[in-house]
T-cell receptor, first 113, second 112 residues
Framework: NAGVTQTPKFQVLKTGQSMTLQCAQDMNHNSMYWYRQDPGMGLRLIYYSASEGTTDKGEVPNGYNVSRLNKREFSLRLESAAPSQTSVYFC????????????FGQGTRLTVV | EDQVTQSPEALRLQEGESSSLNCSYTVSGLRGLFWYRQDPGKGPEFLFTLYSAGEEKEKERLKATLTKKESFLHITAPKPEDSATYLCAVPPDSSNTGKLIFGQGTTLQVKP
């Protein structure tokens, strides 16, 4: 039972480089989310997809784009990485209603130098 | 503005020393309060959902309670394996999308 799988686990980028973080879930969930976690800031929502074919901005979307490729996969792209995007990124999925719990991946630790 | 605040930021306990973690929230119409556990280098792992004031849920040495303004996570006779960061979260608005606002977390260390 894989749950939510993120790749890569670690990444170092130079300022200005681009990359895509991949996320896949095998729980047949409608909704998927990307959060970032920074010390003292808690988890903050970057983008979410309430259902296949839709995406919406969260609290901190600037500098990111997302693609809901299909029901299973939701990717996060950094077009031109900045040091401020150094963080731990978590993908999550849920049934999509406010009373259902979210399941999280193991995270991607990204450092932008 | 919807907000979640957790206290204390860090808590050190001796094995067997019971205590409580606090999560206060400000949302217009609570539709659930979620507790998660996060181990270092891992993603958050779901523990409990509470929906209405007065509700309680238990799992091993953990008991979560809910009032109209806050939730408590009571840890009874903790063991070193309970050491982790505990996060609470609430849905932020009336849209039914499963989004969550998280508190900053309480990092618990239990010493043998």
């Amino acid at each position: 039972n894989a749950g939510v799988t993120q790749t890569p686990k670690f990444q170092v980028l130079k300022t200005g480089q681009s990359m895509t973080l991949q996320c896949a879930q095998d729980m047949n969930h409608n909704s998927m989310y990307w959060y970032r976690q920074d010390p003292g800031m808690g988890l903050r929502l970057i983008y979410y997809s309430a259902s296949e074919g839709t995406t919406d901005k969260g609290e901190v979307p600037n500098g990111y784009n997302v693609s809901r490729l299909n029901k299973r996969e939701f990717s996060l792209r950094l077009e031109s990485a900045a040091p401020s995007q150094t963080s731990v990124y978590f993908c999550a999925s849920s049934g999509g209603t406010s009373n259902t719990e979210a399941f999280f991946g193991q995270g991607t630790r990204l450092t932008v130098v | 503005e919807d907000q979640v605040t957790q206290s204390p930021e860090a808590l050190r306990l001796q094995e067997g020393e019971s205590s409580s973690l606090n999560c206060s929230y400000t949302v217009s119409g609570l539709r659930g309060l979620f507790w998660y556990r996060q181990d270092p280098g891992k993603g958050p792992e779901f523990l409990f959902t509470l929906y209405s004031a007065g509700e309680e849920k238990e799992k091993e040495r953990l008991k979560a309670t809910l009032t109209k303004k806050e939730s408590f996570l009571h840890i009874t006779a903790p063991k070193p394996e309970d050491s982790a960061t505990y996060l609470c979260a609430v849905p932020p608005d009336s849209s039914n999308t499963g989004k969550l606002i998280f508190g900053q977390g309480t990092t618990l260390q239990v010493k043998p």
